[in-house]
C-alpha cells in the first residue's frame, strides 16, 4: 500500500496535485496591500475579473463544464506575457532547447511512464445517487465540519468567518450544513492529526477512516464505496480502427524525454544542456475547484535539465548565490511548524539545505522569473517536500509556493528526477538513452571470456543455444575462470542453464576461456534530471491576487497594478473629447507606439476622461496618453502612470522613448517624474 | 444525398481538407531555386530537415503514430516566430480580441454547430484483413494506377518519374504494383473525368464508383465494405463519471463564437470588430500523409472578424487596394483552366470578383503577412471555391494556396460563414447572439394585439393556456385584426390550436384586440463572420521549400533562406579558435546580444569556421559574427550575411546596430554592405 501511495505521487505533475493548496489561515487582516493598505476582497477581484473578461468558465452558454476555462483578451494577453516572459528568462538567457510535442500520446508510453497503472486519484461513489466523492477531499470536508459543530457547541467564536465562507463557495463543498455536535475532547486531537496528515493517506487508509469515523454522502446519508483509484489521464482512441489506445498528456516531460537522443545530438553531444517546453496538459479532475488553481486543461512550461549525475554543479550558479530567499525545509515541517528561514541560496547549499548549486541555480531563476512578472516576494516562499511526499528517486524537491487568499499555492516544482525516465523508457524500447563522454585518462579493464564456436553451438543445441550462450556470457569473472579451470581438467564445462537445468559443453564448442584486457576511454551514463515545471494559469491567478488593491479615496475603484512588461495593453490613448482635431493626432500616435512595439489602444468614448482611466486601471494598463488642445497648439502630450495617477507633458518622442524604458525596467517612474516634472495643469482624474 | 455532401463540406475546416493537396503538376525542370538556380530535392531537404532536428515523427522510440510530429529546436523557433509575427501582423494591427478557449470541448457544443453529425471522411473496410481506406484516395489511387498502366501498355513515356515516386513514397500508396493494360480509349477518359472531380462525391457516390470499376483491396484483391462516414474527431469523457461526452476541437472558431457576447461587452458593444485565437485542434485523419501537410495535431489561427450583414466595407480598405495578387477565380475554373489573372485587390473587388472589401482586405492582409514571414508571391495563389465546392451559407471563399512539391496546399483559409454559427448555437441555448444598434432614425412599427387575461386564462384553459396563448401571439396582423372583428360581432375568438384543434375564446379573456404603435429605436442583427484561418504546420513547411536552396559552386551544401525575422536563431558566434583570450569577448557580445533581444548561439567547436558556417547555412541562421585576433587588439568584430556569404568589419556597438535593422526590416545588406565596404581580409568560407 504505501508503495502505491509513492507511486502516485512520484507520478503526480508536482504542481498540479493539489492537495497543496493549502487552508488559509491568515487572519483577514493580515489581507491587506502593502502599499495602499486596502483590504483583500476576493468577490471584488472576482466580479472585475468577470467584468473586463479576464477569464470565464468555458461552454458558460451550455451551462459550463467543471475545471474548464477561456481567456479573455486581458487574460489571454498577460498569459501570451508571461510565457514570452519565460521564454526569454529561462530558453533563450541559458540557451535551452525548446521543442513543441504533441498531447496526443499512445497508451504504450505512459504504460512505461507509469501513468497508466498509478497516476491516480481515489474516489468514493455512493451506488444510489450515483454522485462521485475524492476521498481526500470527503474526510477533510466532513471531519472539519464536525470540529465546526464541535466549536459551535462549544461556544467557541469562529476566526475569519468570511474567508471561511469564501472559501466554501469556491469549493462547491458537500457538507452544507454545520450541525453543533460536542465531541469528545480525544475525538477532536483525533480528528485533528487525521487533518493534519490527510494529504498522506493511500485508498485503503482513506477507506478505512471512512469506515471508522462513519463517514457517509453528507447529502442523504447513503452509504459509499470503498476508495477506487480513478485514473486522471483522458482517453481516446487514435486512427480508424479505434485499436490505438492514447491518453492526453498528464504533463509535457514525457514528450520531452523522448527526444533526448535528437537533443543531444543537436546539442552536439554536449553536457549539460536543458530542453524546454510551453504547452497543454490534461488532468481530469474528480472535483474541480478553486477557478483557475484546479482545472482539467492547463499551460504548463517545463524545463528538463539533464546533468552528469557525478558532476551537479551549475556554471552559472555564482551569478545567483547571493540572492536572498524564504525557505521552508523539510525538518522544520517534520517538527509540526512553518517557520521560515530567509538566507541567499548561496548559505542554502553550503549548509546543505538545498542539495546542489544546479537545484540552487534554477530554484534562485525561478524567484527572480516570478518577481520579475510582479509576484510579491514577501508572499512566496520555498517549501521542501518532507521525505514522506518526496518521490522515491528524488535526492532533493522545492516547490515555489504563492500565498493567496486561498492559501500556500504550490505554483512552481523544482524536483531532481533522477534517472528514472530515461532509464524506462529505454528498458522499454530497447534503445540506448545515454550520454558518452571521453574519459580524460582511458584505462584498462580486465575480463574473463567465454568464446563460444558458434559454428558448432548452434547445431549442437538447436533452439536451446542461445540459453546456453547467454548464460555463459552473463557468469561472473570468478565463475568464468573456474569454468576455464574445469575445461582445462576435465576437457569439457558444466553450467547451469534455466529451464534446461545442468548443461555439458564438450571442448570442441569452446574457442577460449581466457583473461582479456580492454582499454576504456569512454565512459557511458545515463544523465539525471532536475525539473523545474510551471503551472502558468496557477501562477497567473496568483499574479491577479498579488497585483489587486483599491484607491484609499474610492474603495470602488480597482487597480491591478501589473509590471508593464506584464500588463496586457501597455497604453491607453485618450482623446479629451470627440472633437475631430484629435482624430489624425491620435492615429499617428497609435501607428508610432505600434511601430515601438508598445501595444495600445484608443478609448474615444464619450466617458470623462477619468473613467476611461479607472477603466483602464482595472486592466492594469500602466500607462495613458492624453491629446488634448496644448497638443493640437504643440504637439506636446501627457503621459499618466497608473500607480501614482501622476503625469508628466513632453513630446512624443520623449514620452515613447520613456516608456519604452520603464516597460524594460531600465527606468522608474520616480525618476522619470523627477526629470520632467509633474504636470498638473489638467485636471485629469476625478 | 448531394445536402450531406455540402454539410461536410461546410463543416470541414477549410485549410484542413486535405482534398485541396492537389496533384503534383509541375515539371521537375520548374523546381529550382529563383536566384541560385538550384535544383530542388525534396530528399535531401528531408535529410537536412532530419539533421538539423527541425521536427521529426512523434514517439518514433516507441514506433511512430502516424499523423503526430514533435517539433525540435528550429522548428519550435520558427513556429512560434510565425505566430509571433501573425500577433503582430493581425491582432495589435487590427486590435482584434485575443482569447484562448479550451480544446476539450463537450458534446452539446458540436452537436449544435453540427460536427457530430457531419464531420466526416468517407472510409470502406476489407472485412477479411482489418485494412481501413479512405473512399476517394483508394479510387483516386486505383484509377491513377490504371491510367499508367494504360500508357505503359501503350508505350508512352512517363512525365517527371521522380515527382511522382516522390509522392507515391510519402503518401504510402495502397496500389504497390503498375500493371501494363491497356484500357478502351472511353475508359480512359471516364477515369480521367471521375479524377477531375474526385474531390465532389459523397459516400454513396463513390460506393456506386468502387461497385462500378470494380476497385478492390489493392494488396489482396479482398472485397470492400461500402463507404460509410467516419467522424474525424477525437472523443473523450470528461469528469470521473464518465457520463459526460467531449470531444477534442476540431477548428478554434467554435470556442470564439460562444464567448461573442462577452467579446462584444468587452469591446463596448462597437461594431464591427474581431476576435482571434492561436491554438491546437485535432482531427483524426482516415491516413495521414504528406508529411506536416496533414496531420492529426495541428497548431491554428483563426481570426472571427464580425461584420454588420448590411456593412461589409472595411475602413482600411484603402491602405492595401493596390496591392497585386494573382487570383484564381472560379468562373476560370468552372471552365476546366487553371490561367491566373494578376490584378491588384482594388480592382479584384471593382469588378465583382471578390465580394467585398473586408473580405478584399483581409486578402491583402494574408499576402503582406506571407510574403513578410517569407514565402515565395511567385508560389502564391488566391483560389476561389467553386459553387460546387463552396458551404451553402458563403457566398465567397478563397484560399491562399502554396505552391510545393505536393503541388497547390491550401494554406489559408478565408470565407465569409455569414449567420450561421452565431444562429445555431443562440437557437440551442435560448440565449441571444445579436447587436443591438441604436437607429438614426427611429421609427414607428404598427402591429396588431391580442392581449388576454392572464389571471383568467389559466384557470380556465389549465395546462393547454401558453399553447393558446402562443398561437394568438403568433398569428398575423391581418388575422388578429380579423379576430377583433370577431369578438366585437360574435363576443368570442375561435382559433385553431395545433393538437387542441379549434378552441373558442370567450370575451371575458381578452382584454384588448387592438392596433398599437411602438416606435423602434433599436435595430437588432445577427452579424456575419469573415474567417481567415490559417494551418500554421503547413504554412511552415511550405516556407520550408520556398526557403531552400544550394550553394551552386557545392550542391550538398543546403541554404535556408529565411528572413532574419522568421529564423529559428538570429546570429551565431565563432571565436576563431579554442584559444581562451576570445571567450571573454565572446560571452560579453553574447550578453550585449541578448540585451538587444537578438537570439545567438556560440560555436566554439573545433570544426573549421567555413565548417562551422555550412551548419548554420542549414539552419537558416542569416548573422553570424567571427571574433578574431584582431578584435583583441582593436574590439572590432566581423559580420557576415548567410545568403551572400560576405562579411563587414566594424565596432560591436555598430554591428548590433546594423543586425537590428536588417531583423526589423528597416535596412538592406546590400546598402550595409555598401556603408560600410565589404570585408575580405580573412579566409572563413571554405
Avoid at 467557541?156 to 450544513?177: N, W
Avoid at 530497447?430 to 584505462?443: S, T
Avoid at 509590471?563 to 500616435?589: D, Q, R, W
Amino acid at each position: 500500500m504505501p508503495v502505491i501511495q509513492t507511486v502516485i505521487r512520484r507520478l503526480s505533475p508536482r504542481i498540479f496535485t493539489g492537495n497543496q493548496i493549502r487552508t488559509f489561515s491568515r487572519s483577514l487582516s493580515a489581507m491587506v496591500h502593502p502599499e495602499s493598505g486596502s483590504p483583500f476582497d476576493r468577490n471584488q477581484l472576482e466580479e472585475l475579473l468577470r467584468k473586463r473578461f479576464f477569464y470565464a468558465p468555458a461552454f458558460q452558454l451550455y451551462n459550463g463544464v467543471a475545471g474548464l476555462y477561456d481567456y479573455g483578451p486581458p487574460g489571454c494577453a498577460i498569459e501570451a506575457n508571461i510565457t514570452d516572459l519565460w521564454r526569454k528568462h529561462f530558453v533563450l538567457e541559458d540557451d535551452m532547447l525548446e521543442v513543441s510535442t504533441t498531447m496526443l500520446t499512445p497508451e504504450n508510453v505512459l504504460k512505461t511512464s507509469g501513468h497508466v497503472d498509478k497516476f491516480a486519484d481515489w474516489m468514493c461513489k455512493d451506488p444510489k445517487t450515483g454522485e462521485i466523492f475524492r476521498a481526500d477531499h470527503l474526510v477533510e470536508e466532513v471531519l472539519e465540519a464536525r470540529l465546526k459543530g464541535d466549536k459551535e457547541a462549544r461556544g467557541v467564536a469562529e476566526e475569519a468567518p468570511k474567508e471561511e465562507d469564501d472559501k466554501k463557495a469556491k469549493r462547491k463543498k458537500k457538507v452544507k450544513e454545520i450541525k453543533a455536535v460536542k465531541l469528545e475532547d480525544a475525538v477532536v486531537q483525533e480528528y485533528e492529526e487525521v487533518l493534519a496528515k490527510i494529504d498522506n493517506y493511500d485508498g485503503p487508509q482513506l477507506g478505512e477512516l471512512i469506515a471508522k469515523y462513519k463517514i457517509r454522502n453528507p447529502a442523504t446519508d447513503g452509504e459509499l464505496t470503498p476508495p477506487i483509484a480513478f485514473n486522471l489521464m483522458f482517453e481516446t482512441a487514435i486512427g480508424p480502427s479505434g485499436a490505438l489506445k492514447g491518453y492526453l498528456r498528464p504533463e509535457t516531460a514525457q514528450g520531452q524525454f523522448l527526444n533526448f537522443n535528437k537533443l543531444l545530438e543537436y546539442n552536439n553531444a554536449k553536457m549539460p544542456f536543458a530542453s524546454a517546453s510551453i504547452g497543454k496538459s490534461f488532468r481530469n479532475e474528480i472535483s474541480p475547484r478553486a477557478g483557475l488553481l484546479r482545472v482539467r486543461e492547463f499551460l504548463m512550461a517545463e524545463i528538463e535539465h539533464y546533468v552528469d549525475p557525478l558532476k551537479k554543479d551549475h556554471s552559472r550558479f555564482n551569478e545567483v548565490k547571493d540572492i536572498k530567499m524564504k525557505f521552508l525545509p523539510k525538518d522544520v515541517q517534520s517538527a509540526g511548524k512553518t517557520d521560515i528561514t530567509e538566507i541567499t541560496i548561496g548559505e542554502a547549499v553550503e549548509k546543505g539545505m538545498v542539495d546542489n548549486t544546479t537545484l540552487g541555480y534554477f530554484l534562485a531563476r525561478i524567484y527572480l522569473f516570478l518577481t520579475k512578472i510582479g509576484i510579491d516576494p514577501t508572499r512566496m516562499r520555498f517549501r521542501q517536500h518532507m521525505d514522506n511526499e518526496m518521490a522515491h528517486y528524488a535526492c532533493d524537491c522545492w516547490d515555489a509556493e504563492l500565498q493567496t487568499s486561498y492559501g500556500w499555492i504550490e505554483c512552481v516544482g523544482c524536483a531532481d528526477r533522477s534517472a528514472y525516465d530515461l532509464t524506462v523508457h529505454s528498458k522499454a524500447t530497447g534503445e540506448k538513452l545515454v550520454v558518452r563522454e571521453a574519459l580524460d585518462e582511458p584505462y584498462i579493464q580486465k575480463d574473463w571470456i567465454v568464446e563460444t564456436n558458434k559454428k558448432k553451438f548452434g547445431p549442437k543445441f538447436k533452439r536451446d543455444a542461445k540459453a546456453v550462450e547467454d548464460t555463459l556470457e552473463k557468469l561472473s569473472n570468478e565463475e568464468k575462470q573456474a569454468l576455464g579451470e574445469q575445461l582445462e581438467k576435465e576437457g569439457k564445462i558444466t553450467v547451469t542453464v534455466e529451464g534446461l537445468g545442468q548443461v555439458e559443453v564438450e571442448k570442441d564448442l569452446i574457442l577460449a576461456i581466457e583473461e582479456r584486457s580492454t582499454k576504456i576511454s569512454t565512459r557511458e551514463y545515463t544523465p539525471n534530471v532536475i525539473e523545474p515545471s510551471f503551472g502558468i494559469g496557477r501562477i497567473l491567478y496568483s499574479l491577479v491576487e498579488h497585483s489587486f488593491w483599491t484607491r484609499p479615496q474610492d474603495i470602488q475603484r480597482g487597480v491591478l497594478s501589473f509590471p508593464p512588461i506584464i500588463a496586457p495593453t501597455k497604453c491607453l490613448l485618450v482623446p479629451l473629447s470627440g472633437n475631430e482635431v484629435f482624430k489624425p493626432i491620435v492615429k499617428e500616435l497609435g501607428y508610432k507606439l505600434r511601430k515601438a512595439g508598445i501595444s495600445n489602444k484608443v478609448d474615444d468614448s464619450s466617458a470623462a476622461i477619468g473613467r476611461r482611466y479607472a477603466r483602464n486601471d482595472e486592466l492594469g494598463t500602466p500607462f495613458g496618453i492624453t491629446v488634448d488642445f496644448q497638443t493640437v497648439k504643440d504637439g506636446s502630450i501627457t503621459l499618466r502612470e497608473r500607480d501614482s495617477t501622476k503625469q508628466i507633458r513632453a513630446s512624443p518622442e520623449e514620452i515613447i522613448e520613456v516608456m519604452e524604458q520603464l516597460i524594460e525596467g531600465d527606468a522608474k517612474w520616480e525618476d522619470v517624474l523627477a526629470k520632467y516634472g509633474e504636470f498638473t495643469g489638467q485636471q485629469l482624474d476625478d
